[in-house]
T-cell receptor, first 114, second 108 residues
Framework: DVKVTQSSRYLVKRTGEKVFLECVQD?????MFWYRQDPGLGLRLIYF???????EKGDIPEGYSVSREKKERFSLILESASTNQTSMYLC?????????????FGAGSRLTVL | GQNIDQPTEMTATEGAIVQINCTYQ??????LFWYQQHAGEAPTFLSY????GLEEKGRFSSFLSRSKGYSYLLLKELQMKDSASYLC?????????FGKGTMLLVSP
């Protein structure tokens, strides 16, 4: 089974702090994704990456950056955290199952910015 | 832009059948996915449709009509453990865009 591991399950940070959310997958997948999930808004794509050192903006990239220095690791960075970035952050990698490119998600990182 | 609509909440009784609808208007289409998400957990893959018609997988089936921009997820013989949020998602090029999810509550 594909395993996607997010290093922090719960974080509490202060406004203005720099925040790193780490994600590691163990199946040599090319594609990795960061989403945030908020009540009433669903899952929204922040950034994704097709390969090492490659990154593409999703639907809501403002206030975020990413890093993909190694294939298995995709980091989400909040340069200066703000209260509106309080959310559940979900990392995913994609693989093919019966012709479908399927996302496998990590358990999530719940970030609270005070 | 992408627009994916599904009902916010549904309720059903254990043992019954429930159909969760999803309509979409997207700039492209490379497949439609359904995910299940239990409270406090990550979404997990349920089904995939890229051609029109019905895909059946045990108690769960998913239907797609591309011309109508419409899909549904059919859950049969409902169990309490089926209480969860069901997410409809459309692949446009290489990314998935999700609907807001339908919270299904199964009661005894």
């Amino acid at each position: 089974d594909v395993k996607v591991t997010q290093s922090s399950r719960y974080l509490v940070k202060r406004t203005g702090e720099k925040v790193f959310l780490e994600c590691v997958q163990d199946m040599d997948h090319e594609n990795m994704f960061w989403y945030r999930q908020d009540p009433g808004l669903g899952l929204r794509l922040i950034y994704f990456s097709y390969d090492v050192k490659m990154k593409e903006k999703g639907d809501i990239p403002e206030g975020y950056s990413v890093s993909r220095e190694k294939k298995e690791r995709f980091s989400l960075i909040l340069e200066s955290a703000s209260t509106n970035q309080t959310s559940m952050y979900l990392c995913a990698s994609s693989h093919t199952v019966s012709g479908a490119n399927v996302l496998t998600f990590g358990a999530g990182s719940r970030l609270t910015v005070l | 832009g992408q627009n994916i609509d599904q009902p916010t909440e549904m309720t059903a009784t254990e043992g019954a059948i429930v159909q969760i609808n999803c309509t979409y208007q997207t700039s492209g289409f490379n497949g439609l996915f359904w995910y299940q998400q239990h409270a406090g957990e990550a979404p997990t893959f349920l089904s995939y449709n890229v051609l029109d018609g019905l895909e059946e997988k045990g108690r769960f089936s998913s239907f797609l009509s591309r011309s109508k921009g419409y899909s549904y997820l059919l859950l049969k013989e409902l169990q309490m453990k089926d209480s969860a949020s069901y997410l409809c998602a459309v692949r446009v090029e290489s990314t998935l865009t999700f609907g807001k999810g339908t919270m299904l509550l199964v009661s005894p």
